[in-house]
């Protein structure tokens, strides 16, 4: 079943989900009071752009309250079990050998792999310490039960959480979702009862929705992008603009700081465009709900804010290429 998009917002998060697809260090992404099925069809979109972007089958996994240090890590099992030739035969020896079976999270192959999580508020502790470790890493160890492996997370993570409850989110987990947006589907609940939200808006879904044409034409749009290698520059008007946004006032982090960089980056390649320009910057701004009352100038002349001067960010943002 396909399903046109009915509003600029919700064009607005394809794109932010086509260029996350795009921009390997764009792993997490929070969404703002979704319900737990516009979360699902989210996801199912998502896992749809992946594989069309990066032209292998995605994979998914969900993490809630109910995830053990098996599921995140891996689990031990009797390997093997190889019959042979003659099926009145026992099986073969090496049917008897211990063999640890790593998680989805440590080894998934080239399929792109999504994790879910439909509430961040209740999420187990063992789940909470994996994002923390994995999320935006560029380097994993595991030491447990004897396995000593060391990997590059490489997976991308969608998680939903009510705006009334993200004080229950313990800061360290809310740092590694450095894109925040509101669900494009909010404004057709407000006001409603919670039985009246779920009578037209929660109940499941009979079948998965197919990507309507504007977003599949956005999906191949970044296979071409990712199989070229090209991406828009920035300019120093774009990081000027960047800066300010974050100013001493408005202490939003590094990764967020970067995340608008990398986000306004990718919405110029995705039209391609050469250059960021400011208005590229602005516009990814409005997408991750971060103020448009700067009290900087447009102009390109401003000051560079002392945690990171212009020179050292442009210099960041060229070592951080997606495909370096």
């Not at 990066?54 to 240090?69: D, F, G, I, V």
């Not at 689990?75 to 998680?103: C, E, M, N, Y």
């Not at 079948?207 to 991406?231: K, Y």
């Not at 400011?278 to 448009?292: N, P, T, Y």
């Amino acid at each position: 079943m396909e399903k046109m998009i009915q509003s600029p917002q919700e064009e607005d998060f394809c794109k932010l989900l086509t260029v996350a697809a795009i921009e390997s260090q764009l792993q997490g992404l929070l969404v703002f009071d979704a319900t737990e099925k516009d979360l699902l069809r989210f996801a199912d979109r998502w896992k749809q752009i992946l594989t069309i972007a990066h032209q292998s089958p995605a994979q998914a996994l969900t993490l809630n309250s109910a995830t053990t240090e098996e599921n995140l890590w891996g689990h031990f099992r009797v390997g093997g079990a190889l019959p042979t030739k003659s099926p009145t035969k026992k099986l073969d020896r090496q049917s008897s050998q211990i063999i640890w079976q790593p998680s989805k999270l440590i080894e998934h192959g080239s399929n792109p792999l999504l994790v879910v999580i439909p509430d961040l508020t209740r999420l187990s502790l063992s789940a909470m310490r994996a994002c923390v470790a994995l999320l935006d890493s560029e380097l994993a160890s595991l030491q447990r039960d004897g396995i000593d492996h060391t990997w590059q997370p490489q997976f991308w993570c969608i998680a939903g959480c009510q705006s009334d409850r993200l004080g229950e989110v313990s800061p360290h987990l809310l740092d590694r979702f450095a894109l925040r947006c509101k669900s494009p589907n909010v404004k057709h609940f407000e006001g409603l009862s919670p039985l009246e939200r779920f009578e037209r808006y929660d109940r499941p879904s009979e079948a998965n929705e197919d990507l309507s044409p504007t977003v599949r034409e956005l999906a191949e749009r970044s296979r071409e992008i990712i199989a070229n290698q090209f991406m828009a520059t920035m300019t120093d008007e774009a990081i000027a603009r960047i800066q300010a946004y974050f100013t001493k006032k408005v202490p939003l982090g590094m990764r967020r700081l970067f995340a608008l960089s990398r986000l306004a980056r990718g919405l110029a390649s995705l039209e391609n465009e050469a250059e960021v320009s400011i208005a590229m910057v602005d516009r990814a701004a409005k997408i991750l709900g971060l103020s448009q009352n700067l009290s900087l100038p447009i102009a390109p002349v401003v000051a560079p804010i002392e945690a990171i001067p212009k020179r050292q960010f442009k210099d960041e943002m060229q070592r951080l290429e997606i495909f370096a």
